[in-house]
Protein backbone atom coordinates (compact mmCIF):
# COMPACT_ATOMS: atom_id res chain seq x y z
CA UNK A 1 0.00 0.00 0.00
CA UNK A 2 1.26 3.33 -0.66
CA UNK A 3 2.72 5.37 -3.62
CA UNK A 4 4.99 3.66 -6.52
CA UNK A 5 8.44 3.15 -5.68
CA UNK A 6 11.75 1.79 -6.66
CA UNK A 7 13.91 0.15 -4.39
CA UNK A 8 17.91 -0.13 -4.89
CA UNK A 9 19.45 -2.63 -2.45
CA UNK A 10 22.77 -1.96 -0.68
CA UNK A 11 25.69 -4.36 -0.68
CA UNK A 12 24.82 -5.47 3.22
CA UNK A 13 21.33 -5.27 4.70
CA UNK A 14 19.48 -4.93 6.50
CA UNK A 15 20.88 -0.73 6.16
CA UNK A 16 19.15 2.34 6.88
CA UNK A 17 16.28 3.83 4.72
CA UNK A 18 16.87 6.47 2.80
CA UNK A 19 13.14 7.89 0.68
CA UNK A 20 14.21 9.67 -2.78
CA UNK A 21 11.45 11.97 -3.98
CA UNK A 22 12.24 12.81 -7.99
CA UNK A 23 11.08 15.71 -9.93
CA UNK A 24 8.82 16.48 -12.20
CA UNK A 25 9.64 14.91 -14.49
CA UNK A 26 9.54 11.61 -12.78
CA UNK A 27 11.39 8.84 -11.13
CA UNK A 28 13.57 7.86 -14.13
CA UNK A 29 15.93 10.58 -14.29
CA UNK A 30 16.74 9.79 -10.73
CA UNK A 31 17.45 5.92 -10.67
CA UNK A 32 21.06 6.42 -11.27
CA UNK A 33 20.91 9.03 -7.43
CA UNK A 34 19.45 6.05 -6.15
CA UNK A 35 21.70 3.54 -7.31
CA UNK A 36 24.71 6.04 -5.44
CA UNK A 37 22.63 6.41 -2.90
CA UNK A 38 22.44 2.15 -2.39
CA UNK A 39 26.28 1.83 -2.94
CA UNK A 40 27.04 4.31 -0.10
CA UNK A 41 25.20 1.24 2.12
CA UNK A 42 21.61 2.59 2.67
CA UNK A 43 18.30 0.95 1.26
CA UNK A 44 17.46 3.64 -1.57
CA UNK A 45 14.07 4.13 -2.16
CA UNK A 46 12.87 6.26 -5.13
CA UNK A 47 9.40 8.00 -5.18
CA UNK A 48 7.51 10.15 -7.50
CA UNK A 49 7.55 13.74 -6.30
CA UNK A 50 4.30 14.31 -8.02
CA UNK A 51 3.15 12.01 -5.46
CA UNK A 52 3.96 13.68 -2.86
CA UNK A 53 3.65 17.55 -3.60
CA UNK A 54 0.41 17.29 -4.99
CA UNK A 55 -3.26 19.16 -5.30
CA UNK A 56 -5.24 15.79 -6.49
CA UNK A 57 -3.55 12.92 -3.57
CA UNK A 58 -2.82 12.65 -0.34
CA UNK A 59 0.74 13.85 -0.26
CA UNK A 60 1.52 13.95 3.47
CA UNK A 61 -0.57 10.58 3.44
CA UNK A 62 1.56 8.89 0.76
CA UNK A 63 5.15 9.91 2.40
CA UNK A 64 3.55 8.30 5.44
CA UNK A 65 3.16 5.06 3.86
CA UNK A 66 5.98 4.77 2.07
CA UNK A 67 7.94 5.16 4.82
CA UNK A 68 6.16 2.73 7.15
CA UNK A 69 6.21 0.40 4.03
CA UNK A 70 10.03 1.09 3.96
CA UNK A 71 10.78 0.17 7.62
CA UNK A 72 8.91 -2.36 7.34
CA UNK A 73 10.90 -4.40 4.62
CA UNK A 74 13.32 -6.57 5.98
CA UNK A 75 16.08 -4.58 3.78
CA UNK A 76 15.51 -2.08 6.23
CA UNK A 77 17.31 -1.39 9.62
CA UNK A 78 14.73 -0.43 12.65
CA UNK A 79 14.80 3.49 13.38
CA UNK A 80 14.23 6.69 11.09
CA UNK A 81 14.45 7.32 7.59
CA UNK A 82 16.11 10.14 5.39
CA UNK A 83 15.01 12.04 2.68
CA UNK A 84 16.44 13.14 -0.53
CA UNK A 85 14.49 15.27 -2.43
CA UNK A 86 14.46 17.26 -6.18
CA UNK A 87 12.59 20.10 -7.43
CA UNK A 88 9.05 19.11 -6.87
CA UNK A 89 9.67 16.35 -4.58
CA UNK A 90 11.69 18.96 -2.64
CA UNK A 91 8.75 21.14 -2.16
CA UNK A 92 7.14 17.96 -1.41
CA UNK A 93 9.72 17.35 1.70
CA UNK A 94 9.05 21.09 2.44
CA UNK A 95 5.75 20.60 2.74
CA UNK A 96 5.73 16.95 4.68
CA UNK A 97 9.17 15.46 5.35
CA UNK A 98 10.36 18.26 7.56
CA UNK A 99 7.17 17.65 9.82
CA UNK A 100 7.78 14.07 11.15
CA UNK A 101 10.96 14.25 13.47
CA UNK A 102 9.49 10.67 14.72
CA UNK A 103 10.20 9.38 11.65
CA UNK A 104 12.65 11.73 10.00
CA UNK A 105 16.49 12.12 10.86
CA UNK A 106 17.07 14.60 8.10
CA UNK A 107 16.03 16.18 4.74
CA UNK A 108 18.42 17.26 1.67
CA UNK A 109 16.41 19.39 -0.41
CA UNK A 110 17.80 20.00 -4.43
CA UNK A 111 16.74 23.08 -5.94
CA UNK A 112 13.10 22.24 -3.96
CA UNK A 113 9.75 23.91 -5.26
CA UNK A 114 8.48 26.42 -3.48
CA UNK A 115 6.46 28.55 -5.53
CA UNK A 116 3.48 27.30 -3.45
CA UNK A 117 4.50 28.67 -0.10
CA UNK A 118 2.17 31.92 0.35
CA UNK A 119 3.81 32.20 3.70
CA UNK A 120 7.58 31.94 3.79
CA UNK A 121 7.70 32.34 7.76
CA UNK A 122 4.98 30.63 8.26
CA UNK A 123 6.26 27.75 6.61
CA UNK A 124 9.58 27.60 8.06
CA UNK A 125 7.88 27.80 11.55
CA UNK A 126 6.90 24.17 10.85
CA UNK A 127 10.16 22.65 10.21
CA UNK A 128 11.30 20.05 13.04
CA UNK A 129 13.73 18.16 10.78
CA UNK A 130 17.80 19.13 9.93
CA UNK A 131 17.23 20.31 6.50
CA UNK A 132 20.10 21.37 4.08
CA UNK A 133 19.11 22.54 0.72
CA UNK A 134 21.11 22.69 -2.35
CA UNK A 135 20.16 25.22 -5.16
CA UNK A 136 21.07 27.28 -8.31
CA UNK A 137 21.36 31.26 -8.18
CA UNK A 138 20.66 30.79 -12.01
CA UNK A 139 17.15 28.92 -11.14
CA UNK A 140 14.93 29.62 -13.16
CA UNK A 141 12.50 26.89 -14.45
CA UNK A 142 9.05 27.81 -14.36
CA UNK A 143 9.52 30.31 -11.55
CA UNK A 144 8.93 27.16 -9.29
CA UNK A 145 12.62 27.32 -7.38
CA UNK A 146 13.56 30.70 -7.47
CA UNK A 147 16.86 31.54 -5.75
CA UNK A 148 14.35 34.95 -3.75
CA UNK A 149 12.86 32.34 -1.87
CA UNK A 150 15.09 30.23 -0.60
CA UNK A 151 16.57 33.38 0.86
CA UNK A 152 13.76 34.08 2.63
CA UNK A 153 13.78 30.89 3.63
CA UNK A 154 16.90 30.70 5.32
CA UNK A 155 16.41 34.32 6.80
CA UNK A 156 13.19 33.16 9.01
CA UNK A 157 15.17 29.64 9.71
CA UNK A 158 17.67 32.31 11.57
CA UNK A 159 14.84 32.19 13.91
CA UNK A 160 15.13 28.93 15.00
CA UNK A 161 14.01 26.12 12.77
CA UNK A 162 16.34 23.03 13.48
CA UNK A 163 19.39 22.60 11.77
CA UNK A 164 18.62 24.81 8.49
CA UNK A 165 21.38 25.26 5.86
CA UNK A 166 21.12 26.74 2.54
CA UNK A 167 24.22 26.28 0.12
CA UNK A 168 24.02 28.17 -3.38
CA UNK A 169 25.90 27.61 -6.61
CA UNK A 170 26.17 31.09 -8.43
CA UNK A 171 26.85 29.31 -11.64
CA UNK A 172 23.63 26.96 -11.03
CA UNK A 173 20.15 26.63 -12.71
CA UNK A 174 18.04 23.61 -12.20
CA UNK A 175 19.02 20.46 -12.03
CA UNK A 176 22.73 21.31 -11.96
CA UNK A 177 23.59 17.85 -10.49
CA UNK A 178 21.58 15.48 -13.07
CA UNK A 179 24.61 14.36 -15.02
CA UNK A 180 21.80 13.67 -18.59
CA UNK A 181 20.66 17.17 -18.22
CA UNK A 182 21.86 20.60 -20.00
CA UNK A 183 22.52 22.19 -16.99
CA UNK A 184 24.79 19.53 -15.51
CA UNK A 185 27.51 21.49 -13.91
CA UNK A 186 30.34 18.43 -12.52
CA UNK A 187 31.74 20.44 -9.96
CA UNK A 188 29.26 21.73 -7.98
CA UNK A 189 27.22 17.90 -8.43
CA UNK A 190 30.00 16.73 -6.78
CA UNK A 191 30.31 19.55 -4.18
CA UNK A 192 26.52 18.80 -3.82
CA UNK A 193 27.01 14.92 -3.40
CA UNK A 194 30.04 15.86 -1.04
CA UNK A 195 27.34 17.79 1.22
CA UNK A 196 24.76 14.87 1.31
CA UNK A 197 27.06 11.64 2.30
CA UNK A 198 28.50 14.00 4.74
CA UNK A 199 25.07 14.46 6.42
CA UNK A 200 23.76 11.31 5.92
CA UNK A 201 26.79 10.00 7.17
CA UNK A 202 26.09 12.05 10.65
CA UNK A 203 22.43 11.96 11.16
CA UNK A 204 21.65 8.80 9.90
CA UNK A 205 24.99 6.13 10.30
CA UNK A 206 25.46 3.10 8.79
CA UNK A 207 25.75 0.32 11.14
CA UNK A 208 29.18 -0.30 12.05
Known sequence: EGPAQTAHLPAKVPAPVVLLLSGQTGPANY????????????????L???????????GAGNLKKAIQRAQGS????PGK?????????????????????????????H???????QNM???VKRFQVPLLVLTGERDRYNNCCLIDSMRAMESAAKE??????????PQADHGFNLPNGPTFRKDDA???????????EKLLPLPR
Open 160 to 169: GAAGFELVVY
Open 111 to 117: YPATNWI
Open 74 to 77: PNAA
Open 190 to 200: ADAWRRTSTML
Open 31 to 46: QFYAAEVARLGYYAVL
Open 48 to 58: DGKDILTRTQD
Open 81 to 109: VGVIAFSQGGGGALAHAVVLPELVSMVVA
Open 121 to 123: PGA
